[in-house]
């Protein structure tokens, strides 16, 4: 019998009756699962655990408090042998045999008719997994196929898109800073069940390397658009795409709601009436400090930071930065897309009372095989991003935090 491989199937056991003989520790493990399943179980044992009394009190088994009989099996659909007598294992194995109910038995898998599977659940589909034969069992082996399996299809590393339930629709996804580790598991997973993939230029871009052939992959920097179309080409590209019922992500770096346009796009597609979600991302305003050694707030330094956007100079109208007031400020100014306007800005916080001497610290390319920490004052950043050829993207951190060292004290 043994020399076979086991035939796996699903046994639908809503209403049917199970019997399990013996209340300890195998039935202790088993009976969750049987009671999901519906079944109408009846355990047969003098004694029980705690555990498995509490779920026949519960009412969901029915306990006969008594040692196993000749027709206990009888009208079963399916039994699970595993009392502490041996003499009553083989007999009511062979009662099992002769009504042609399948059996398994916990203390001899060999004569069993059948093998309990190590069971995992995962967004609407149940994970069995057996071995191909009783010599090579190894419950522990099949046990960590099946937490990978799981595991896997949870955080989106294994690839399993789903086909009929899918929704049509768009996900605006926060992709963190670059590192394709820092993207969230549900980002992650969505990622792995997209149609169509709309990147930025920042963010997880290797990820995209992974996608398998089907998916069309649109580099935003790439559509083609006027010069203050951008954005509109891109909410178009989004709602096109959805329309003919694709999956669609939309990756961007960092957090969508950080300096992304993610409301923006989020806007433009519910007014088109598509569906979308949102996901949120790492922001590279922490994380790309972090990865330079740089904490934004510490312990006795700054209690506080504060997030703004350096893409229009200070004494450009445009600007929406009060960067008098922020010169006042005691904590960490960290500064998005910024490298083009540093000088000026450099310029006004120390006119309106900043330190010339402020640490300020230019990370470019943050999180990624490219990162690149260049270090300077207000009073020398403007000439140390010329010197030093900085480029965006970078994060860059004004403040005394830049100086705390890995071992918590000013450097
Ligand atoms: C349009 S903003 C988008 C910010 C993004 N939504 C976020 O939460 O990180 C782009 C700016 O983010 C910063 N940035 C994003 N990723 C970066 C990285 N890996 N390294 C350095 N700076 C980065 C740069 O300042 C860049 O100019």
Redesign the pocket.
């Known amino acids: 019998m043994a020399e076979h491989p086991p035939y796996p199937v699903g046994l639908r056991l809503t209403g049917r009756r199970v019997v399990v003989l013996g209340g300890g520790q195998v039935a202790q493990r088993r009976l969750p699962a049987l009671i999901k399943s519906g079944a109408d179980v009846h355990l047969v044992s003098p004694e029980a655990t705690p555990s498995v009394e509490a779920m026949a009190d519960a009412g969901e088994i029915t306990w006969h408090r008594r040692p196993y009989a000749e027709g206990d099996l009888a009208d079963a659909w399916y039994a699970l042998i595993a009392t502490s007598d041996p003499d009553a294992n083989t007999a009511a194995s062979a009662e099992a045999e002769a009504h042609r109910v399948w059996c398994v038995r916990s203390d001899d898998a060999d004569r069993a008719t059948a093998w309990t599977p190590a069971t995992g659940y995962s967004e609407g589909v149940t994970v069995a997994v057996l071995t191909t034969d009783a010599r090579g069992r190894d419950p522990r082996h099949t046990a960590a196929v099946r937490d990978a399996v799981v595991e896997g299809l949870r955080d989106g590393t294994l690839v399993a898109p789903h086909f009929r339930t899918r929704t049509a629709g768009v996900a605006l996804v926060g992709g963190g800073?670059?590192d394709p580790d820092l993207i969230t598991v549900r980002g992650r997973r969505l990622l792995a069940e997209a149609d169509v993939v709309i990147a930025d230029r920042?963010g997880p871009r290797d990820l995209l390397a992974e996608l398998p052939p089907h998916v069309e992959v649109i580099d935003a920097a790439k559509i083609p658009y006027g010069r203050y179309m951008a954005q509109e080409a891109i909410n178009n590209a989004l709602i096109e795409h959805a329309k003919q019922g694709k999956s669609v992500v939309r990756l961007?770096?960092?957090?969508?709601y950080?300096?992304?346009r993610g409301m923006e796009e989020l806007h433009a597609l519910t007014e088109a009436g598509i569906p979308c979600t949102v996901v949120p991302?790492i922001?590279?305003?922490i994380s790309?400090p972090g990865a330079a050694g740089i904490p934004v707030t510490h312990r006795g330094v700054a209690h506080e930071f504060t997030v703004v956007s350096g893409h229009v100079a200070p004494d450009d109208e445009r600007s929406l930065v009060d960067w008098p007031s922020l010169a006042k400020l005691t904590g960490t100014l960290v500064i998005?897309?910024g490298v083009d306007k540093i000088g000026r800005i450099a310029e006004t916080l120390v006119a309106h009372g900043k330190s010339p001497d402020t640490p300020v610290a230019l990370?470019?390319?943050?999180?990624?095989s490219s990162q690149r920490r260049v270090d300077a004052t207000l009073a020398t950043v403007a000439e140390t991003v010329v010197a030093q050829d900085v480029k965006?993207?970078?994060?860059i951190v004004v403040g005394d935090v830049v100086a705390v060292g890995p071992d918590g004290t000013a450097a």
């Open positions: 800073p670059g920042l961007k770096g960092g957090d969508p950080v300096f992304g991302g922001s590279s305003s790309v998005l897309m990370v470019q390319e943050g999180t990624t965006p993207p970078a994060v």
